[in-house]
């Protein structure tokens, strides 16, 4: 049984850009830039927080983790375990995000790791050899030229764990 979404009226997705610039302005400020009641901001963001729609939290700047290196792992799988699979991979404490794709991966790993045998030992060794597996490949970024944290929020692994 899928859980159904929330749906955010234009109140809502007003709220939530104003959240996006700045998670720490008060109730107080977006409602008088708003033009409604503080009542009304606070009880707007308990129920987008509580049904999920949105989570307030800290970002690290990815400069700040210790120089680490944005690495993409491409995974071709059986169908028949594609989310089974996956659900396995988005456990891993180093992995930060895992999308199910269509094109030439069928589930693509993110991870911000800051040593090239970590790499190694999660590709080659952990993921390589889950049942279901056909195939994975690695990319490493080399230079980030624009990051977006609010597209994946993904931390590096000693520092913290954090999924989008």
Do not use: W
Not at 25 to 32: G, K, M
Not at 54 to 63: D, E, G, P, W, Y
Not at 117 to 135: C, E, K, Q, S
């Amino acid at each position: 049984m899928k859980t159904q979404l929330p749906v955010l009226d234009e109140l809502d997705h007003r709220i939530v850009d104003l959240l996006t610039v700045d998670a720490r302005v008060s109730n107080r400020q977006i409602a008088a830039q708003l033009g409604v009641t503080e009542g009304t901001i606070r009880g707007r963001i308990h129920r987008l927080e509580k049904s999920g729609a949105i989570r307030l939290t800290a970002v690290t700047n990815v400069a700040y983790a210790g120089s680490p290196r944005v690495v993409l792992i491409g995974i071709q799988a059986h169908h028949g375990e594609l989310r089974a699979l996956a659900d396995r991979i988005a456990a891993m404490q180093e992995i930060g995000c895992v999308i199910i794709m269509l094109g030439r991966f069928d589930i693509l790993a993110i991870g911000l790791f800051s040593d090239l045998n970590d790499v190694i030992d999660v590709a080659n060794n952990r993921i390589l050899a889950l049942p279901g597996v056909r195939h994975v490949e690695t990319s490493i970024a080399v230079r980030t030229l624009k990051y977006d944290y609010r597209a994946a929020k993904i931390t590096d692994s000693r520092r913290g764990r954090a999924r989008s």
